[in-house]
């Protein structure tokens, strides 16, 4: 089965400050993908970065990279100089390749100070 | 419009009703999926489908039941809705396994009274 841990229930940034959400998973599937959600107080949910589990480079997305451990089995999102309007849930996923259904970790909440 | 949309976006209604949420994509996607979301748990898959009439349970599939008789179409029916199953309901799909993202609907806040 498969599980993602999301530790952080809330973060706090100051604005234009780097901030790392971290994402823990489980899984004995040999290949599978990861996934970053944005949730904002609007409720949509807004996909915002991909890393396959056997990319050989950490994926980048603008002010969005992932910090990919395949050993350690994290998959943390690190956003760069932070904005007011990057305040919102952030949901990490996963999917096994030949699997058909995501699964989500419970979120953390970040805020970006001014 | 193209995408996917959920219909209603706001629901109310009482013990014991059934109750119909609607989900509709113009992707011709083959994968389709229903989530629920409560506070501290994320999204709990309710449902999914690989292709049409094609259906398998998901982590919380008690007291629900879904169709999908035509690719584009999803519909999630609470057959005798519960206080418990009040909450915020999001339909997603997605074209392939593997490696591209889930795309989602707006979601249904649904309260059961």
């Known amino acids: 089965a498969q599980k993602i841990t999301q530790t952080q229930p809330g973060m706090f940034v100051q604005e234009k400050e780097a901030v790392t959400l971290d994402c823990t998973y489980d899984?004995?599937?040999?290949?599978?993908?990861l996934f970053w959600y944005k949730q904002p107080s609007s409720g949509e949910m807004i996909f915002l970065i991909y890393?396959?589990?056997?990319?050989?480079q950490n994926a980048t997305e603008g002010r969005y990279s992932l910090n990919f451990q395949k050993a350690r089995k994290s998959a943390n999102l690190v956003i760069s100089a932070s904005q007011l309007g990057d305040s919102a849930m952030y949901f990490c996923?996963?999917?096994?390749?030949?699997?058909?259904?995501?699964?989500f970790g419970p979120g953390t909440r970040l805020s970006v100070l001014p | 419009d193209a995408g996917i949309t959920q219909s209603p976006r706001y629901k109310i209604t009482e013990t014991g009703r059934q109750v119909t949420l609607m989900c509709h994509q113009t992707?011709?996607?083959?994968?389709m999926f229903w989530y629920r979301q409560d506070l501290g748990h994320g999204l709990r898959l309710i449902y999914y489908?690989?292709?049409?009439?094609?259906?398998d349970k998901g982590e919380v599939p008690d007291g629900y039941v879904v169709s999908r008789s035509k690719t584009e179409n999803f519909p999630l029916t609470l057959e005798s809705a519960t206080r418990s199953q009040t909450s915020v309901y999001f339909c997603?799909?997605?074209?392939?396994?593997?490696?591209?993202?889930?795309?989602f609907g707006q979601g249904t806040r649904l309260t059961v009274v």
């Open positions: 489908s690989a292709a049409a009439d094609i259906t």
């Open positions: 996923a996963m999917r096994a390749s030949y699997g058909q259904n995501f699964v």
């Open positions: 890393q396959g589990s056997y990319d050989q």
């Open positions: 899984t004995s599937d040999p290949s599978y993908g």
């Open positions: 997603a799909s997605n074209p392939t396994g593997g490696d591209t993202e889930a795309f």
């Open positions: 992707w011709s996607h083959s994968y």
